[in-house]
């Protein structure tokens, strides 16, 4: 009788030993579920500080250039121009203290296909297709407009009721250089007006 309760009890410590010592075994769903809920949380969170970052670099950009806005915010609507096979394109809403302007950069290729977007653009102009002839002095739109075009570029701004056309021009250097062929003017329910540039100096284009 007593030798097996001196063998239960050298088994029993035996068992509990062993209990203890043993390795945990670890649910892998518990970490997998773990990993999934940490990207689920950070991953938007690094994306709207990009965003964030480099819509203040674009402002900055734009102030330091001369251009008068509070705030500034991307826009990725679909315009007729992007139809074009542009290399590059820039869409912006600027905010400044008395509107919203519309900012919108197409950067192509060549002088060819500037010409290309520009024309076809022209011939169904805006949401009625209206058909601009080129130099035609005539209402694109109810909005306030500027369009800029060289050998690579084309600017579209357009304002809520106002566009500074003086503003825009010293932004992009109008009438100091040859880097612009044509720039188009439009203010609010009026008659767009042409120009050219013939050595360095602004001329209103006559058809």
């Known amino acids: 009788m007593k030798s097996k309760l001196i063998i239960t009890i050298i088994l029993g410590l035996f068992f509990t030993s062993c209990s203890e010592g043993g390795e945990k075994t670890i649910d892998m769903s518990d970490v997998i579920g773990e990993s999934e809920r940490y990207k689920e949380v950070q991953i938007p969170i690094v994306k709207d500080v990009v965003e964030l970052d480099s819509t203040l670099v674009v402002k900055d950009w734009f102030i330091n250039q001369g251009a008068n806005i509070t705030s500034l915010k991307f826009r990725f609507d679909r315009m007729f121009l992007d139809r074009f096979g542009a290399i590059k394109t820039e869409k912006y809403n600027l905010i400044t203290p008395i509107d919203t302007i519309s900012y919108s950069k197409w950067i192509y290729q060549d002088s060819l296909k500037v010409m290309n977007a520009f024309t076809n653009w022209i011939n169904c102009f805006g949401d009625n297709c209206n058909t ?76």
């Open 132 to 207: 601009i002839f080129f130099g035609e002095q005539k209402n694109f739109q109810r909005n306030p407009l500027q369009v800029l075009m060289n050998d690579s570029t084309l600017i579209f701004i357009e304002g809520g009721s106002i566009v500074d056309f003086k503003l825009w021009n010293e932004f992009h250097n109008v009438g100091n250089n040859h880097y612009w062929n044509y720039v188009i003017e439009q203010s609010r329910w009026g008659k767009a007006r042409w120009y050219t540039f013939s050595e360095g100096n602004r001329t209103k284009l006559e058809l």
